[in-house]
């Protein structure tokens, strides 16, 4: 195996985690509040754990995530897929003030 596919092979299994926040009931956009690869990722998903916040694992979302700043709202191509996801997750966790998500990229399932 060459080294360049070693690379890509490692930032393929590299854990991707990004975390958002939207208050429930606003038009304003969700914000990214954390991006992270690797073992920041992993801090991330542990904090989202603890706290009893879903997790959803979304490869493609989460990469389109990562790439924006932090405490920025999501770009408008990610609006539709994050839209849908916190409509689920507002249903399913009930009346709240506020919400947040963490989507993750994986090389293990998430549960």
Do not use: C, W
């Amino acid at each position: 195996m060459s080294d360049e596919q070693e690379n890509e092979e490692q930032q393929i299994k590299r854990p991707l985690a990004v975390a958002l926040s939207h208050e429930k009931g606003s038009t304003d956009a969700p914000v990214v509040t954390a991006t992270g690869e690797g073992a920041l990722a992993e801090q991330i998903l542990q904090i989202a754990f603890e706290h009893g916040v879903k997790v959803r694992e979304d490869a493609d979302l989460a990469q389109i995530l990562k790439e924006v700043d932090v405490d920025t709202p999501i770009p408008l191509e990610a609006f539709a897929a994050v839209s849908e996801i916190l409509s689920y997750l507002y249903k399913s966790q009930g009346d709240t003030e506020s919400e947040a998500a963490f989507f993750s990229e994986r090389d293990i399932d998430v549960r």
